[in-house]
């Protein structure tokens, strides 16, 4: 298993531009979800899945869509990149879409995106 | 609204000293999970801490939920310099579960 993958690795865009990060997972898991993480602020939930066909909001999702057709595939589309942008970006998935830490949770190795 | 606190936000040590960190929570948790993340890499989860008082060890790694399951801590002995990194933990939020509310982390430093 190629467990969560993510592209691309590294993205530099101009303000206004925009992109679709990609996320996979193959090992059928039914719980996606995207996090941005900056210095000194963690990790945090921009959006979710629980399965294909449902997405919901996260913590920060302004600026963010998302959607999911498929069970392996969460892609993150930024609309419109700001600077506030500028990040690092990690999908993670977990088996079941029950209660968090009812299961781990595998993250991708990320993206690093920067917004000029 | 609900906050995760972690406790310190830094610490260095010289390797073969112990290291402690802290995890405090403003409400209740179902549950508590602790990841570790390198320098430039991604989260991989540790360990889930679902009781009261439980404490569960990995080789030189510690965890405690607190009896109130408001507060956990990781404690390493001996570390050595495959710790460093930066130690979060992360509990469901309360009114939707399918959240997880992470802290701010606690990054590790070793000196050889």
């Known amino acids: 298993n190629a467990g969560v993958t993510q592209t691309p690795k590294f993205q530099v865009l101009k303000t206004g531009q925009s992109m679709t990060l990609q996320c996979a997972q193959d090992?059928?898991?039914?719980?996606m979800s995207w996090y941005r993480q900056d210095p000194g602020m963690g990790l945090r939930l921009i959006h979710y899945s629980v399965g294909a066909g449902i997405t919901d909001q996260g913590e920060v999702p302004n600026g963010y869509n998302v959607s999911r057709s498929t069970t392996e595939d969460f892609p993150l589309r930024l609309l419109s990149a700001a600077p506030s942008q500028t990040s690092v970006y990690f999908c993670?998935?977990?088996?079941?879409?029950?209660?968090?830490?009812?299961?781990?949770?595998?993250f991708g190795p990320g993206t690093r995106l920067t917004v000029l | 609204g609900q906050q995760v606190m972690q406790i310190p936000q830094y610490q260095h040590v010289q390797e073969g000293e112990d290291f402690t960190t802290y995890c405090n929570s403003s409400?209740?948790?179902?549950?508590i999970q602790w990841y570790k993340q390198r320098p430039g890499g991604h989260p991989v989860f540790l360990i889930q801490l679902v009781k009261s008082g439980e404490v569960k060890k990995q080789k030189r790694l510690t965890f405690q939920f607190g009896e109130a399951k408001k507060n956990s801590s990781l404690h390493i002995t001996a570390t050595q310099t495959t710790d460093v990194g930066t130690y979060f933990c992360?509990?469901?939020?309360?009114?939707?579960?399918?959240?997880?509310?992470w802290g701010l982390g606690t990054s590790l430093a070793v000196n050889p």
């Open positions: 090992m059928n898991h039914e719980y």
């Open positions: 993670a998935s977990r088996r079941t879409s029950g209660g968090a830490g009812t299961d781990t949770q595998y």
């Open positions: 409400t209740t948790l179902s549950n």
């Open positions: 992360a509990g469901p939020r309360a009114g939707n579960n399918r959240k997880l509310i």
